[in-house]
C-alpha cells in the first residue's frame, strides 16, 4: 500500500476563519512533507518533519503552523489566511530523508 | 542551488512515442524521478532511477540517464490520449529536499 490520503478535498474559508488539513499514511514512512502548489507549476516546499521533528521550515509565513502528532499523521493548521494563499496543498511521505516521495492526492483551498 | 530544466509543453499524435527531456545541475543526485500530475490531482510516481543506472524500463515507460551530461528522459511508447497530463522531472541527493523541474505539460491528439 502506497497510499497518502489527504482531507478535506476542497476548503472554502475567510481570511478570519481557522481551519486545519490532515495528511495521514501507513506505510511506515518516517519523513513528512507539506507543498504548495499553484496553477501550472510545480510544488514549493513548504516544512519537512523527520521522525516526527521540525526539520525544514522553508520561510513559510506563521498563519501556516504544522503539526506532527504521531509519526502516520501531518496536519496544517491555517489561520487569518490571504487570496494568495489559494493554491493545491500536497502532502507526501517518504521512509526516509531523500528517499522516494509518496504523494497524496492535495486539498484545494480557496480563500475569500 | 540545484536547478532542474524541462521544456513546458509537447504535442504528440495517438500511438506515437513521446520523449520528455529534463536536465539538472547537481552533480551530487542520488535519483532522480518522473511524477504525472493530471488537472486537480496529486502526483503520481511513474517511475525513478538510480544515478548509477544508465536505462529502467517498465511497460510502455523508459528512462534513460546521461550522467555525464545531467540529462534525463522518459519515453512514453504509444502514447494514448490518458497520457495527457504534467510531467515533472525531480531530483534529490539524499538530502532533506526534492527540486522539481517547472513540468511538460503533454497532449495527446487524435
Known amino acids: 500500500d502506497t497510499e497518502v490520503t489527504q482531507t478535506p478535498k476542497h476548503l472554502v474559508m475567510g481570511m478570519t476563519n481557522k481551519k486545519s488539513l490532515k495528511c495521514e499514511q501507513h506505510?511506515?514512512?518516517?519523513?513528512m512533507y507539506w507543498y504548495k502548489q499553484k496553477a501550472k507549476k510545480p510544488p514549493e516546499l513548504m516544512f519537512v518533519?523527520?521522525?516526527?521533528?521540525?526539520?525544514i521550515n522553508e520561510s513559510v509565513p506563521s498563519r501556516f503552523s504544522p503539526e506532527c502528532p504521531n509519526s502516520s499523521l501531518l496536519n496544517l493548521h491555517l489561520h487569518a489566511l490571504q487570496p494568495e494563499d489559494s493554491a493545491l496543498y500536497l502532502c507526501?511521505?517518504?521512509?526516509?530523508?531523500?528517499?522516494?516521495?509518496?504523494f497524496g492526492p492535495g486539498t484545494r483551498l480557496l480563500v475569500l | 542551488g540545484e536547478d532542474v530544466e524541462q521544456s513546458l509543453f509537447l504535442s504528440v499524435r495517438e500511438g506515437d512515442s513521446s520523449v520528455i527531456n529534463c536536465t539538472y545541475t547537481?552533480?551530487?543526485?542520488?535519483?532522480l524521478y518522473w511524477y504525472k500530475q493530471e488537472p486537480g490531482a496529486g502526483l503520481q510516481l511513474l517511475t525513478y532511477?538510480?544515478?548509477?543506472?544508465d536505462m529502467k524500463q517498465d511497460q510502455r515507460l523508459t528512462v534513460l540517464l546521461n550522467k555525464k551530461d545531467k540529462h534525463l528522459s522518459l519515453r512514453i511508447a504509444d502514447t494514448q490520449t490518458g497520457d495527457s497530463a504534467i510531467y515533472f522531472c525531480?531530483?534529490?541527493?539524499?538530502?532533506?529536499?526534492?527540486?522539481f523541474g517547472p513540468g511538460t505539460r503533454l497532449s495527446v491528439l487524435p
Open positions: 507526501a511521505s517518504t521512509a526516509g530523508l531523500g528517499e522516494t516521495q509518496y
Open positions: 506505510m511506515g514512512h518516517r519523513a
Open positions: 518533519y523527520s521522525y516526527e521533528k521540525l526539520s
Open positions: 547537481d552533480s551530487s543526485s542520488t535519483y
Open positions: 532511477i538510480f544515478s548509477n543506472m
Open positions: 525531480a531530483e534529490t541527493d539524499y538530502g532533506q529536499n526534492f527540486v
